[in-house]
């Protein structure tokens, strides 16, 4: 083990047990003032279950965590398919899923012009599916849902898999983690306790304006205490980039709340102790890959 694999064990393990203490600290305050606890509890502990299925295949190499993120973005658009009803057409199903695997297809051997091109190819073979089909009846759905699917959960989720391809890769890929689950924890830490005046109370009522600018606060602190991990960053680029994956983050988390909201279900699944479902989980962190690879790679290159 080397020693950038060596830094992300030792501070995810830190992290771990850091927000261990925040949560006890957060629960007797929230206790005194008479709100329920156990949902913080289940949550913090599913990260026991969450971690080590992430962590470990980051710092095994490229290759694995490529295929991690793979598979992550074909169960996600697999949990995405059957919420909307897409799954009912299995040939489109299929479709899609080849699609996605061609996208993380060019990751492989640093093709990157590829990558970012493939989803037009994508989205041009899916539109040609009424065409074999002679088809017209509901097909507007259908082909919409198909590439929203392909393009978000694909596409953009497997920008955090090419991240771990650039030199800097797997302690800014760690960061990026780091940044955003502390972002969603904080968010709802700062809520329970603090929280007073709703934020966006139709599509997502448990979200205060209180919660929003504490977890603001807490990952510009972070960002700039993990500085070490990307020490070629500067302060400016670096506090833009955290208030970028802090906002961004709450705008995936939001995307999938819409979605919900609009099917009338209340996860995208049930996979994950307190947290839901795979999309419920990695929904901040689809939004944010993209914005957070391309800031990096524009100003700082490889």
Request: a positive charge.
């Amino acid at each position: 083990m080397n020693n950038d694999a060596k830094t992300v064990v030792w501070i995810a393990g830190s992290l771990l047990g850091f927000f261990g203490l925040i949560v006890a600290l957060w629960s007797g305050i929230a206790q005194a003032r008479g709100r329920n606890v156990k949902s913080i509890w289940t949550r913090y502990l599913a990260w026991f279950l969450i971690a080590p299925p992430i962590i470990i295949p980051l710092i095994w190499g490229r290759v694995p965590f490529i295929v991690l993120m793979g598979l992550l973005s074909l169960l996600c658009f697999r949990e995405y398919a059957h919420a909307v009803g897409l799954w009912r057409d299995k040939a489109l199903m299929w479709i899609c899923y080849i699609g996605i695997v061609c996208i993380y297809g060019p990751i492989f051997g640093f093709e990157y012009g590829i990558f970012q091109a493939m989803p037009i190819y994508v989205i041009a073979f899916i539109l040609t599916v009424p065409m074999h089909r002679d088809e017209y009846e509901h097909m507007i759905q259908k082909i919409c849902l198909a590439v929203l699917g392909v393009v978000y959960f694909g596409w953009f989720f497997s920008h955090l898999a090419y991240l771990r391809n650039l030199s800097y890769g797997m302690l800014a890929t760690f960061l990026l983690i780091l940044l955003v689950e502390s972002n969603d924890a904080c968010a709802y830490l700062w809520g329970t306790v603090f929280g007073k005046h709703k934020l966006i109370p139709r599509l997502s009522p448990n979200k205060t304006v209180e919660g929003m600018f504490g977890s603001i606060l807490s990952v510009v602190g972070l960002a700039f205490a993990f500085r070490f991990l990307i020490p070629f960053v500067s302060a400016a680029h670096l506090a833009v980039l955290a208030l970028a994956v802090s906002v961004f983050g709450m705008c995936g988390d939001l995307t999938i709340s819409f979605i919900k909201r609009d099917l009338k279900i209340k996860d995208m699944g049930s996979l994950i102790p307190g947290h839901g479902g795979l999309l419920d989980r990695f929904d901040s962190i689809i939004f944010t890959a993209p914005i957070f690879f391309h800031f990096l790679r524009y100003l700082y290159g490889e």
